[in-house]
Structures are given as structure tokens and as C-alpha cells.
């Protein structure tokens, strides 16, 4: 399972204070098991948290709204985590 981040600064005071690694725990948590094996960020995310996990960390923003996804960026950050995955099997 890919996780991809959000872009935008989160609303909800709680949900902004969780790091990455909270995050995952939270989910990971509900689902029952570990299950999250790459992570999709933008560049200004901290991923010290997560050195257990494939993290793909680049520039993602759409260039007219930046709290968006740009696609074609977003797909190329999956492909990238689709390979290196693959190639960890």
C-alpha cells in the first residue's frame, strides 16, 4: 500500500500536531496490522520519523492550486514507488 500525503496545511489542530510516523500508526492501527510499505510527500515534509518505510519525497504541487496534486507528477512519484518496490521483492 502507497500512502500519499496531503499538500494542503491541515485544518484540524489535532490532525496538524501528528507526525508522519503518528499518522501511519493511527491508520495502520485501525487497519490491524502493518500494511503502509511507501510513503508519496512533499518536499517539506519531515520524514525522519519513517526510515523503516520507502519514502518518495519531491515536488508534487499543481501549478494552479498548490495545495492540489499536479497528476502527472503524482503519477510519476507512484511509478517511482511501484519500481522500487518491485525491485525490493
Do not use: F, W
Amino acid at each position: 500500500m502507497i500512502y500519499i500525503d496531503n499538500l494542503g496545511k491541515e485544518l484540524s489542530v489535532a490532525a496538524a500536531s501528528l507526525s508522519l510516523r503518528d499518522k501511519l500508526a493511527l491508520m495502520e492501527e485501525k487497519i490491524g496490522r502493518v500494511m503502509v510499505d511507501a510513503l508519496i510527500v512533499g518536499p517539506q515534509t519531515d520524514t525522519q520519523s519513517v526510515p523503516d518505510r520507502l519514502v518518495i519525497q519531491q515536488n508534487l504541487e499543481a501549478s494552479d492550486i498548490p495545495y492540489r496534486h499536479d497528476r502527472q507528477l503524482l503519477r510519476q512519484a507512484i511509478d517511482q514507488a511501484l519500481s522500487q518496490l518491485a525491485a525490493r521483492r
